[in-house]
RNA sequence: AGGCGCGUAGCUCAGUUGGUUAGAGCGCUACCUUGACAUGGUAGAGGUCAGCAGUUCGAAUCUGCUCGUGCCUACCA
């Protein structure tokens, strides 16, 4: 083995190996099965580092529960994302200055299934580099054609239930893709604006204070060109009068009605309100209830329609509102504006402003849909974990609107419905059994719906449409419902509820048990991470390293806005100075795992993705050191019991506190605790102490061959054991350095991977080799104190008297004397059997005194400096403990265990501050 | 406006049903190349647990308020 650990020397053939053999297929044993759905990356660019932090903690629990013996299967596959995917190649199209039109639809579509093809094995090949297990012989693509037939059926289904309807309605139409897209894809934010106070003039009618105008308010004046009605609180006072009389429309030829709605606040602005039915949600839904006409003065790129005065028609809807601000100052009718702040709707993928716009499109009516996807959650069939999240659910699900599924776009799901020339709509498959569905004569002439269906909608059916559904497969009756699925709460609303809808609706079942909803990954200021704000990290990067040049040229290539390059350069040049080094895919494993705690920020830090790599090198050094002293030398064929060191029995029993706590944590989706609990267990016990104290035992000549090899033994065995602890986290170092390990124990089986995971023994639960280790570490850590307080050499052998002694010291001291002398670098030790000693330095080991002698070693103004020190603290804990147990109260309320517990501790650290007290009195009277 | 969070060491974060001397990693200081490892070892410094009040024998933990901060949802023209 090398001296350090390499990560590139050793990941990318592990990986081939468990392919080539299989070891990510279910077992197939009938039983227990165990499935996790892969949230399905969308084909329209590469996983990034949200994507590495998921599939680590899907690859963890699918890595531990194969090995725990489950029937496993972690499903892969991916979307096809059906706006951002058009427009990626779209925008390829426009380089070469050609539109999607020029091609025509078919061959349109042929370009994107090849952009699909290279990015999905780009995808792929990611997935793969970040060792992920998935059982790639079932891989699946939403528009397969398994896929794409259920997609079908379960909207025929819908449609033939009065689920699905088509209706004409305001959607937010995204006037740059000339799409409706749904509530879910418009992203409100504040920006600046103004709102323009406009007079419009009263058709024969005064207000009582004798004004001949009304002064209505709005953002957007443009969409007064659409307007039908003024509209007034009925109980307003000031309006009573004028309530069925007319206004005069500025700028247009029209009169219209003023009325009277209670969804006007009197106390907002002027008390009126100019309603445009045909551009506003809520002016709608007035619209409807006054029977009002609906005018729509846009076409479908925002600008202003023949339905206008001719001066506008054409107009793009920003320079049309300049227009109109403009004319209406030169006739007097703009009586004020206003800066104001206000939401502005833009689309999630255009970033254009999107418009309420009056369209035909097909709808999910909802609610029938969402009552049992509530109840499921209410009735804890499906669990949230962080519990919390399914408040966030409910809130959503308890205001939910009906879906709009379709969308003006090529790429995706064809809508299965057909209108024949009357414009009569026919729901079926295909075309063929509409005839026969609908008893139609060949000779009808039948179009095909041109749209296609919202992305979500197929991915709703993921759960069980990739297990083969409508077909009842074996597949399906094996792992739907799945375990658990894994997944950002920024897609609780867009696909978790839509799942749990479709799932109830057409499996009769819920389409997984649990939601795990982990944290979103920032950058290392908390920022979220954006192509657009250029401080995405390509997982990739990590692993392999990237050099500054070539990480700026990543960021700042193929920008929404090029002009924020610079910017970008600036911040990553700041950052990343020296570019990335490679930590190998362990490291940024680990890492995941670490941060997974319940908070909602994943704060990316390289710093400790290194420390987890050091963790890495710790674990690989480890082997080395056990390999060493293994490798052809005779190992004990079992642990023998009998012939144990009090070494061996601790980490023995520590091992199996560490393996319960593995199991624990990992159940209860906290993998933070399981790195901890495995880092601290690798390197604080395994390292730090017993690879320490094993080495008195297997260096020394004196010691019994028989015990040296059952050491060898049980180095082995722990290491195994912990290597297999680790490998759902690190899955390519601990398959590494298992092979030479599982060779040395002569284990059976090829892999790491598919190994028995560890279960705690009780046989070897030792609490005495607990206390009895514990009692050693405080003898050698008092040593080292003194030593590095005295600065003393670290190398300097010492001689070392013990006063004060027990029986029970004594006992201690029998088995772990060459412990102390190794660890502690001791020379000699003197059982001192009265209080006489010379001048030394003290620690305690419970009662018992540790002196080493002054002698010129040790500066006597410096100890007792020292000793007055901890001698303070003491009398301060004392203190505090007394204070409590004086307190009548404490000791008669507080349960008895807590009372005692600190009497316990009060007398100890009297005894310690006894012990000390005299070491300084003798000290300074000398 | 409503909902959900967060505020613990210089930084990133743990802290389970209230009972520790409030922890870890990184960073920092000192010493050390000792026969697995300098991607290392040993020792150490560093916190009024945002603030105030309350419940309790006892609060980082429970309650209320204040301040700061983040996210989500819905919005009044």
């Known amino acids: ?151 079908k059926q379960v909207f025929v289904r819908l449609y033939d239930e009065g689920l699905i309807y088509r209706g004409k309605r305001l959607v937010n139409w995204d006037p740059k893709l000339h799409t409706a897209v749904s509530d879910l894809e418009v992203l409100s934010e504040e920006e600046n604006g103004h709102m323009w106070h406009m007079r419009y003039p009263l058709v024969d009618a005064k207000m009582s204070d004798g004004n001949d105008y009304l002064i209505v308010a709005t953002t957007r004046p443009e969409t007064m060109l659409g307007d039908s009605a003024v509209a007034v609180h009925p109980e307003d006072e000031r309006y009573k009068g004028i ?53 729509n003065i846009f076409t479908i790129d925002a600008k202003i329609n023949d339905n206008a005065p001719a001066a506008y028609q054409g107009l793009d809807r920003y320079e049309a509102r300049k227009k109109i601000v403009t004319d209406l100052e030169e006739l007097g009718l703009l009586a004020e504006v206003k800066d104001h702040k206000l939401m502005v709707p833009r689309g999630d993928r255009s970033g254009v402003v999107v418009e309420p716009y009056l369209t035909d499109q097909w709808y999910v009516k909802i609610q029938p849909l969402a009552d049992p996807a509530i109840k499921a ?28 599924i379709s969308r003006q776009l090529w790429w995706g799901h064809r809508i299965p419905a057909w209108y024949d020339n009357e414009g009569n709509i026919y729901v079926a498959e295909d075309e063929a059994t509409v005839r026969k569905k609908y008893k139609l004569d060949a000779n009808i002439e039948l179009s095909q719906d041109e749209d296609v269906l919202d992305t979500w909608f197929s991915s709703a059916l993921w759960p069980f449409s990739t297990l083969g559904w409508p077909e009842q497969t ?86 929404m806005q090029p002009e924020m390059a610079s910017k970008i350069e600036k911040a990553t040049r700041k950052q990343y100075p020296d570019g990335i080094k490679a930590y190998g895919t362990d490291a940024m494993r680990f890492s995941f795992a670490a941060q997974a705690s319940t908070g909602r920020d994943i704060k990316f830090d390289l710093n400790r993705i290194e420390g987890y790599r050091n963790f890495c090198n710790k674990l690989w050094n480890a082997t080395r050191f056990v390999l060493m002293n293994c490798k052809d030398k005779e190992i004990a064929s079992h642990i023998d019991k009998q012939k144990l060191t009090l070494a061996d029995r601790w980490i023995l029993c520590k091992q199996q506190e560490v393996i319960d706590l593995t199991h624990k944590h990992l159940n209860n989706y906290r993998f933070d605790l399981v790195a901890q609990a495995l880092y601290e267990f690798s390197w604080h016990e395994f390292c730090d102490w017993y690879v320490e104290l094993c080495k008195p035992t297997l260096f020394k000549d004196d010691v019994d061959e028989s015990i040296k090899q059952n050491s060898r033994r049980v180095l082995l065995e722990v290491l195994e054991n912990l290597l297999k602890l680790l490998h759902p986290i690190i899955p390519f170092l601990t398959e590494e350095i298992w ?79 060459q412990y102390i002398y190794s660890l502690a670098k001791v020379e000699n030790i003197e059982w001192l059997k009265d209080d006489a000693a010379p001048e030394s330095a003290t620690a305690l080991v419970g009662e018992m005194k540790i002196l080493i002698p002054l002698a010129g070693l040790i500066d006597k103004d410096a100890e007792s400096a020292r000793l007055e020190k901890e001698i303070k603290k003491l009398e301060s804990n004392i203190e505090k403990s007394l204070a409590k147990l004086n307190n009548p109260n404490f000791s008669e309320k507080a349960p008895a265990d807590v009372v005692n517990k600190e009497r316990e501790r009060v007398s100890e650290m009297q005894t310690s501050f006894q012990q000390l007290k005299e070491q300084l009195d003798k000290i300074t009277k000398l």
């Open 1 to 151: 083995m090398d001296k350090t650990y390499k990560p590139k020397d050793i990941e990318q053939k592990w990986y081939q190996f468990w392919k080539s053999n299989d070891y990510f297929s279910p077992s197939g044993e009938v039983g227990n099965s165990y499935c996790i759905m892969i949230p399905p990356p969308n084909v329209t660019g590469t996983l990034h580092m949200g994507h590495a932090f998921n599939n680590t903690l899907m690859d963890c629990l699918t890595r531990y529960h194969r090995m725990c013996g489950y029937n496993t299967l972690w499903q892969p596959g991916t979307d096809h994302a059906g706006i951002a995917t058009q427009m990626v190649v779209e925008r390829q199209l426009n380089a070469e200055n050609k539109t999607r039109h020029d091609l025509g639809r078919e061959k349109f579509v042929d370009k994107v299934w090849e952009w699909k093809e290279r990015s999905g094995n780009t995808i792929y090949g990611q997935l793969e580099r970040m060792g992920s297990s998935l059982d790639w012989s079932r891989e699946r693509f939403t528009m397969d054609e398994g896929l794409s037939e259920a997609v």
């Open 243 to 295: 309530i069925g009389k007319k206004v005069k429309l500025p700028l247009t030829e029209r009169e219209i009605l003023i009325i009277a709605d209670d969804y006007v606040d009197p106390e907002f602005g002027s008390g009126c309100v100019k309603i445009t039915p045909a551009h506003d949600f809520n002016d709608y839904e007035v619209g409807q209830r006054h029977d009002l006409e609906i005018i």
């Open 377 to 404: 959650v209410k009735d804890g069939d499906i669990q949230f974990v962080p519990e919390n999240w399914s408040k966030t659910y409910f809130e959503w699900m308890n205001n939910i609107q009906d879906w709009c």
């Open 474 to 559: 074996p597949e399906l009756k094996t792992f739907y419902p799945s375990s658990v699925l894994i997944t950002g709460f920024d897609i609780i609303f867009f696909w978790v509820a839509r799942m749990i809808m479709m799932g109830l609706k057409f499996m009769d079942n819920v389409p997984f048990e649990k939601v795990y909803i982990h944290g979103l990954v920032r950058d290392a200021d908390g920022q979220k991470m954006s192509k657009s704000k250029g401080n995405v990290l390509d997982p990739i990067d990590i692993i392999d390293g990237i050099d500054l040049e070539k990480l700026i040229k990543k960021r700042t290539t193929d920008l």
């Open 739 to 817: 092979q030479p390990i599982a060779k040395e124990l002569k284990l059976a089986g090829n892999s790491i991977s598919t190994q028995d995971f560890p279960r705690s023994n009780n046989d070897y639960v030792d609490v005495e080799s607990l206390e009895e280790l514990e009692w050693s570490k405080e003898f050698i850590n008092g040593i080292r104190k003194i030593r590095s307080e005295m600065e003393i050499p670290p190398g300097k052998p010492l001689r070392i008297l013990l006063q004060n002694w027990s029986i029970q010291d004594q006992s201690y001291f029998e088995n772990s004397q």
